[in-house]
């Protein structure tokens, strides 16, 4: 009965994912503190329905086992070497976004139409990585982006369900690089991701030469100009970039962060660089509204921004926010023993409403 219950919930989530196209988008941004650290910060956007998110502590030494397509746990078994904290999304073993205590962080984003794994093969079942589990393998054998990159030349990665979108990954380290990992055509194929953004569909290097569609952009103000006997001023401050899209396209996102992310100042600490990313990404929160027609909202949910989180790899702190409690919280991984501490999983939010505190005035 487990089992088919099992079967049957990865099912769901594999159909969510196929279903419903415009419901689903993340943003990922990074800042560089002055002193050459990195802050790397995303969203996670669903619109169709709650994602039940949950955090997930895993200690060294912790197996699981990939599901294979049909929802079978027969694929590739791993320990892990390293422990780690992560944040999954509708069962605890699909976690897209976390932090080892290496310094290694990955997060998955959602790629769809544009992807292509290899095909399942039966007798290869031991070696095939369910996609929505490579994060858990990155964060639990690797260390670098280097080691992930030569590690998973030895997996084949599968879908769990050919209907269901594919995904894509950013991997990044203490030592500063962060890659971007898109299978197509069956293949592996690493981007150097010196920009430190990423959106969805399509690939990352079509939005990094979408963005000379963009190259009029400063930010500041226009200087007033004075054509013929008028003078032409501009309303207010911000006029050097007119034209920065506006609506919540993968396209336009990618544009957004890449300006909004280049043109911010450069904070002198890591605790100032997790803040200013979640200002940041207050910019990319969407409304459930806007993704569906009037009167065919789908969730009783309060934001398609269903969670924020922000890593600070050298400090080893994993941050987060969520839909329904803007508090930050955060997760210390140097204060967790992952040699004795025991794996566990909770969800994001213990109170499913938005805490309001009112003020009393004497």
């Known amino acids: 009965m487990k089992k088919r219950l099992f079967t049957s919930t990865m099912m769901a989530v594999a159909m969510t994912m196929c279903v419903c196209h415009s419901a689903d988008a993340c943003t990922g941004i990074t800042l560089n503190t002055t002193d050459g650290r990195m802050v790397v910060a995303r969203t996670i956007e669903w619109a169709g329905s709650d994602l039940h998110s949950r955090y997930v502590v895993v200690p060294r ?96 990665v599968v879908g769990v369900d050919e209907r269901a979108s594919t995904v894509h990954w950013r991997i990044a380290d203490k030592s500063g690089r962060q890659v971007v990992l898109e299978i197509t055509g069956g293949k592996l194929h690493f981007f150097e991701n010196k920009l430190g953004v990423l959106t969805n569909s399509p690939g990352y290097e079509w939005h990094l030469t979408n963005l000379n569609n963009y190259v009029n952009l400063y930010p500041g103000s226009v200087e007033t100009k004075s054509p013929g006997e008028m003078n032409l001023s501009p309303f207010g401050g911000g006029s050097g970039c007119i034209g920065l899209p506006g609506d919540f396209t993968p396209p336009s996102r990618f544009v957004r962060a890449a300006f909004f992310s280049t043109t911010a100042p450069k904070p002198a600490t890591t605790d100032k660089a997790v803040l200013q990313c979640f200002q940041i990404l207050n910019n990319f929160d969407i409304p459930v509204g806007m993704q569906f027609a009037e009167g065919k909202i789908p969730a009783d949910i309060p934001s398609a921004t269903q969670w924020t989180a922000a890593t600070d790899i050298t400090g080893g702190r994993i941050y987060y926010r969520t839909m329904r409690n803007s508090a930050i919280r955060c997760f210390d991984l140097k204060t967790i023993d992952f040699g004795k501490v025991k794996y566990q999983t909770e969800p994001l939010d213990t109170v499913q409403e938005q805490p309001i505190t009112v003020i009393k005035v004497k």
């Open 61 to 156: 030494g912790y197996r699981q086992r990939s599901m294979v397509p049909g929802g079978k746990k027969e694929g590739l078994e791993f320990a892990a070497t390293y422990g780690y904290v992560g944040m999954a999304v509708e069962q605890e073993e699909f976690i897209t976004e976390g932090l080892n205590e290496a310094g290694l962080s990955a997060g998955l984003f959602y790629f769809p139409g544009y992807g292509k794994y290899e095909a399942f093969d039966e007798g290869l079942k031991e070696k095939s990585m369910c996609d929505l589990q490579l994060v858990p393998w990155m964060l639990g054998s690797c260390s670098t982006v280097d080691e992930v990159m030569e590690k998973i030349k030895q997996l084949h």
